[in-house]
């Protein structure tokens, strides 16, 4: 799959129109502006990996981004001994559909998990997007939860 990188005017001509878009629809949260990936994992690709979500983020303050410390906080506490796990599959899953992606608790690594992986990594790890689950990706996915969903 090749993505192509996005020019400077098309980043900041989104950046206009989704600003405008929350100013005429202030319910919407800015940190809920996602991609068609996001929405519907393995039917829709786009934005793709070269899309700039961090800079949307950082410059323009539209989308979420998670904060690096917390992620580094998270990877440290890897444990790649319960990938087999039907429980610990069950919570990875949980925490997807927490952050809002649509996926079934199936306690099982099947195709709807590696869809919603993929998306994921795609938005939030764009350097690797395998649509398997790893110390980075979970760690991003328990910055964000801490940063945007805590309960």
Do not use: C
């Not at 519907?40 to 070269?50: M, T």
């Not at 506490?77 to 796990?85: C, E, G, V």
């Amino acid at each position: 799959m090749i993505f192509k990188p996005f020019e400077p005017y098309q980043i900041r001509e989104v950046a206009e129109l989704a600003q405008d878009l929350l100013k005429r629809y202030p319910d919407i949260d800015p940190t809920n502006v996602v991609g068609h990936a996001d929405v519907a994992p393995g039917r829709k690709q786009d934005p793709g990996a070269k899309f700039p979500w961090k800079q949307l983020h950082d410059k323009y303050r539209v989308g979420a981004w998670y904060d690096e410390e917390t992620k580094e906080k998270y990877a440290a506490q890897w444990s790649a001994d319960s990938l087999n796990d039907p429980e610990f599959i069950e919570k990875v899953q949980s925490d997807f559909n927490r952050y809002g992606y649509p996926i079934d608790l199936t306690g099982e690594w099947d195709a709807q998990t590696q869809k919603v992986i993929f998306s994921f990594q795609l938005h939030f790890r764009p350097a690797l997007y395998d649509g398997k689950l790893d110390a980075e990706t979970y760690a991003i996915l328990k910055a964000l939860l801490d940063k945007y969903r805590r309960i």
